[in-house]
């Protein structure tokens, strides 16, 4: 997983005060130890990233950006 995905959820768990990866896993049904390896294969799958996101309360969104236009896909 990049270390840029990574910040991110890490931010959004902030946000919702979720206090540690540990207390992610427990919200996500799984334990500690699998929601380490899933950050540390760095190779989460959309599934994974969709789970994550449902734990901490928000959607799970992919958008393309087009900065000439300032459309968004």
Same mark, same amino acid.
């Given at each position: 997983?990049?270390?840029?995905?990574?910040?991110?959820?890490?931010?959004?768990?902030?946000?919702?005060?979720?206090?540690? #990866?540990?207390?992610?896993?427990?919200?996500?049904? $799984?334990?500690?130890?699998?929601?380490?390896?899933?950050?540390?294969?760095?190779?989460?799958?959309?599934?994974?990233?969709?789970?994550?996101?449902?734990?901490?309360? $928000?959607?799970?969104?992919? $958008?393309?950006? #087009?900065? #000439?236009?300032?459309?968004?896909?």
């Amino acid at each position: 997983m990049s270390e840029r995905l990574l910040k991110y959820i890490h931010m959004v768990m902030l946000q919702k005060d979720i206090k540690s #990866d540990a207390e992610l896993a427990r919200r996500m049904g $799984v334990s500690p130890q699998t929601l380490a390896g899933k950050f540390g294969r760095n190779n989460l799958k959309e599934s994974d990233i969709e789970a994550i996101a449902e734990a901490m309360g $928000v959607e799970f969104r992919i $958008v393309f950006f #087009d900065p #000439d236009t300032g459309k968004e896909y």
